[in-house]
């Protein structure tokens, strides 16, 4: 596959990522404290280095193989990140909108950090998870996630590594695509055994 397609996939789901940091208002309802907000912060800035790092050290290894398997794993995780947050609509603990589950940041972060590890090994793995592991914790401290909305996020983002980064897809010839229909989005996923 071609470099710069798989360049540009990873490009639009990071700047779906991005989004949702860039474009942030506080409801006056909730004040959080100022360790709250820090972590909060934190974890906004976890989230997009922690990728950013992955994506600039495959493309300087010349990891083609790797980039294709990360940019899918991107895009399958933020994919259903999103749709089961517009699915839900399950309101924050801060009560600033009703995208609370799953945790976005969190299955990002996971989604990283199973990556590495299966592509790379634990030496790059267990600071990666450490990383996830504290971004899942920093987005329930700053309440704007429940614990169960980390957990679900955490084992989208380890799922869908899993998924790619592993001889399973192409032995099995797994298919994964988003469904539209009038009532509802979805994803379909079909293998062979």
Not at 33 to 41: A, D, E
Request: charged share 15%; aromatic share 12%.
């Amino acid at each position: 596959m071609d470099a710069l397609k798989v360049f540009v996939v990873f490009l639009v789901v990071f700047v779906g990522i991005l989004s949702p940091v860039l474009v942030r208002s506080e409801q006056p309802q909730f004040q959080r404290t100022p360790s709250q907000k820090g972590i909060g912060v934190s974890t906004d800035v976890a989230v997009i280095a922690l990728p950013v790092a992955t994506l600039a050290g495959l493309i300087i290894e010349k990891d083609w193989v790797g980039l294709k398997q990360g940019a899918l794993t991107a895009a399958t995780t933020v994919g259903a990140s999103l749709i089961l947050k517009y699915a839900i609509k399950e309101e924050r603990p801060d009560k600033s909108n009703f995208h609370s589950f799953p945790s976005g940041h969190t299955s990002v972060a996971f989604a990283n950090a199973m990556f590495l590890q299966r592509r790379f090994g634990w030496k790059l793995g267990v600071p990666a998870y450490v990383v996830a592991t504290y971004v899942g914790w920093g987005r329930v401290f700053a309440k704007k996630h429940h614990w169960w909305d980390v957990v679900v996020g955490a084992a989208i983002g380890a799922g869908s590594a899993i998924i790619y980064t592993r001889p399973f897809a192409t032995r099995h010839e797994l298919s994964i695509s988003p469904t539209a229909m009038a009532d509802g989005v979805g994803v379909n996923a079909s293998f062979s055994f």
